[in-house]
């Protein structure tokens, strides 16, 4: 975690809003004794309730859905719509994630090690919740389901807020979670879910440690600078996701095509789409037709390095790549393309201008693909498979709070786990230090 370096004075903050978090406290409170069955059952009557309210849910997301077109022109492109909308499928999902967060095991309590010193103290290390989180997301409404489902597992209260456009979708969710929590008997407290867009309101959240012990920014890079500039709480940083897919010279040729289209275009709008390809040279003429080719079907804008323009010189949506395209997160059918000499290079490439999040090498050699795992110093570092597979869900966690690029406490997906820190237990018979 990391703190940003700020003024110590707090910006005032409304009696109604400080009375908010004394309540938010009181709830981490109860939730650090809670049982394991209580919360579990909590979670499968939201995802009950999602299925019941899925109507609601999804008529507030045609709203604002509909909404877009009277916004930031940049927020009506496609991938930024598909953050946004929610489906029948997608409810599905949500609903199965709920249910396997409900049944992965509880961490509250999970003995990390245990030692008995010389002088008879017994010593136990914990698992403890963090106690209140908050976060700050946007565009995707789906994330106040997941973000809602493991802090509560992992018996914290999370103080939750959507962007302005997934407020109606947002807050019909937060209602299904207040109706859950009330019928078992759980403090409506264990949830803040915030509609007022306000950032003033943020800024002045964003100084209340005595209140909230940990911020999850997750979004943009607008969002993030905004967080890290304001904030006097610990943050778990997810940052852009600059991820690169290297395709070094001994590698298949089919296999690559899959992993490169399936990372950038699967869903380009997330932060685990490949935004750059690395090409060895030796594989460059015969790959870049065939990839421009597959790609060229779904529409892919290309930004290349002089000699990928002079491969696919004359074809549609080829441009030059400038300086600041090697460091632009698309999220959107545009990529970058660079070819390399070596893999020393695409490397270097990699430690420049990536942002610690998703890095993939396709080889043959399990040696180049080892030292690629090694030298890259990335949250997750794949060797043959698509950047698409960093997420929570597909990692067996259930979901995810995000994708922490940060090193301290956490890297990779947030889980449960993620979302505890070990304490230290001692049981004594009357020892005293001499």
Known sequence: MTAALTSSIAPPIAEETLSRLRASREAALWLRSSVTDTRNRV???VARLLVEHQDSVLAANAEDLA????????RAIPA???RLLLTEQRIVQMVESLARVAALGDPLGEQVSRRVLPNGLLLRQIRSPLGVILMIF???????IEAFSLAFKSGNVILLRGGSESMRTTEAIYRIIAEALFENGAPPECIWGITNTDRALMTALLAQREWIDVVVPRGGEGLIDFVVRNSTIPIIKNDRGMCHVYVHDDADATMALEIIDNSKTHRPGVCN???TVLVHRKLSESLLPALYSRLGAKNVEWFGCPET?????GEPGVSAATDAS????????KMNCRLVDTIDEAIQHIEQHGSRHSEVIVTSSEIEARRFQEEIDAAAVY????TRFTDGFEFGLGGELGISTQKLHVRGPIGLRELTSVRWVIDGNGQIRK
């Not at 946007?138 to 106040?144: G, H, L």
């Open 43 to 45: 979670l499968l009557a």
């Open 67 to 74: 909404a877009l077109s009277g916004m930031d022109p940049t």
């Open 80 to 82: 930024f719509r598909d």
């Open 138 to 144: 946007e565009s995707r409404p789906n994330v106040a």
């Open 273 to 275: 789409a490949m935004e």
């Open 309 to 313: 323009c002079r491969i696919l010189a």
């Open 326 to 333: 090697w460091d632009t997160e698309y999220l959107d059918l």
């Open 383 to 386: 060797w043959n498979a698509s």
